[in-house]
């Protein structure tokens, strides 16, 4: 019998030597992505789309390569064009872009706070380019909001837009889902099903196997500290104890948020 294959979805954010200090935790060096990509090479996996990937874990067949990795980008900045693109070409790389539709051929208003409201994201010639040179295009809602606390209403208009704005522009199916920040409720999920997706992508810190969930995918996140050493246990699924920590809070911080989202709208009781 063959043994469990568990499959790391590494999750970036920008591909860039130059961050905010409350945003350099998303931001991986460009020497640094290039090293992460020659190892990942070095040691044999093949990457995968998320819909690729997707597609053999359905599979009667095993249809998985020996060492599959898929490679994702959230938020969609220019970056992954100009910096990420031709390393991942170098080393035969292909990826999925998560794109937040409503600030396209714009800057990242939603990063204010962290002081990278005016950090580049793509245009849409650069995203018809990725999507030519094989990265897939998936959506990552239209205005990046936390759609677990918002109402169920405004949680599909905001799954089902950006679903139907980057189809149309990209002539493509859009196929895959990132939850904006990760978080998602049943019925979160339920609304990315039901638009069509045919997955979408969590955080979870964990590898991913045939028994994943498909609307619920878990991925480890890589950043500014991920050396070599630290980037081979993220692909073994070694856990430190800050990852471990991290995966321990995300259910009580995401109750406590949902409680005071509820109590802002309408006094309602946790």
């Not at 918002?150 to 199916?173: H, T, Y």
Request: charged content about 25%.
């Amino acid at each position: 019998m063959r043994r469990q294959l568990n499959i790391p979805i590494l999750m970036y954010h920008s591909i860039s030597d130059h961050a905010s200090a409350r945003f350099r935790s998303f931001a991986v060096p460009v020497s640094l992505f290039a090293e992460q990509m020659a190892r990942l090479q070095s040691l044999g996996y093949t990457a995968l789309t998320i819909t690729q990937l997707v597609g053999a874990l359905v599979s009667k067949k095993n249809a998985l390569p020996e060492r599959p990795v898929a490679i994702t980008f959230d938020d969609g900045f220019a970056d992954v064009f100009s910096e990420a693109l031709p390393i991942l070409q170098r080393h035969g790389f292909t990826a999925t872009v998560y794109i937040t539709t409503g600030y396209i051929d714009g800057t990242a208003k939603w990063l204010a706070a962290e002081g990278e409201a005016e950090r580049r994201l793509l245009s849409w010639d650069l995203i018809r380019e990725l999507h030519a040179a094989g990265i897939e295009c998936g959506a990552h809602s239209h205005t990046h909001p936390q759609l677990d606390v918002l109402p169920a209403l405004r949680a599909k208009e905001e799954i089902v837009r950006s679903k139907k704005i980057l189809e149309d522009r990209l002539q493509a199916e859009v196929a895959s889902f990132a939850y904006p920040f990760g978080y998602y409720t049943k019925a979160v999920r339920r609304a990315v099903q039901n638009a069509g997706f045919t997955s979408a992508c969590a955080v979870k810190f964990a590898l991913s196997s045939k028994e994943s969930d498909l609307f619920a995918l878990a991925r480890l996140k890589v950043g500014p500290d991920t050396s070599g050493e630290r980037l081979d246990s993220l692909l073994s699924g070694r856990t430190s104890p800050a990852t471990l920590a991290s995966r321990a809070r995300t259910p009580a911080w995401q109750l406590v948020r949902r409680c005071s989202a509820w109590l802002k709208e309408d006094g309602a009781r946790c």
